[in-house]
C-alpha cells in the first residue's frame, strides 16, 4: 500500500516545482502614500534627474547625480533627526 504522507510529499513537491517553473514569486515595491518628513522637494528633484540620466543612458551624468541624490539624503535625514530630537 501507500503511505499517505508520502504521497502528499511528493505531490506538494511536484506542485512547489511547478508553481516556480510557470509563477515564480515576485517582489513589489509598495509605495508610501505620504513620503518621511525629511523627503523634500529637492531630493526629489535630485531623483528625477537621476532616474532621467539613468534611462538615457549617461554614465558621467548619471553618476553625477547619482552622488548628489545620496549626499542630499544623508544630509535630510540628519537635519530632520537631528531637529526632531532637540525638539
Partial sequence: MYDSNETLKILYSKLNNLLDKHAPLQCKRVKRYQQPGWYSEDVKQA??????????????????????????????????????VQN
Fill in 47 to 84: 531623483r528625477c534627474m537621476r532616474d532621467k540620466f539613468k534611462n538615457n543612458s549617461s554614465w558621467p551624468q548619471y553618476k553625477l547625480w547619482r552622488n548628489k541624490f545620496s549626499s542630499l539624503i544623508k544630509t535630510a535625514k540628519k537635519d530632520y533627526f537631528s531637529t526632531a
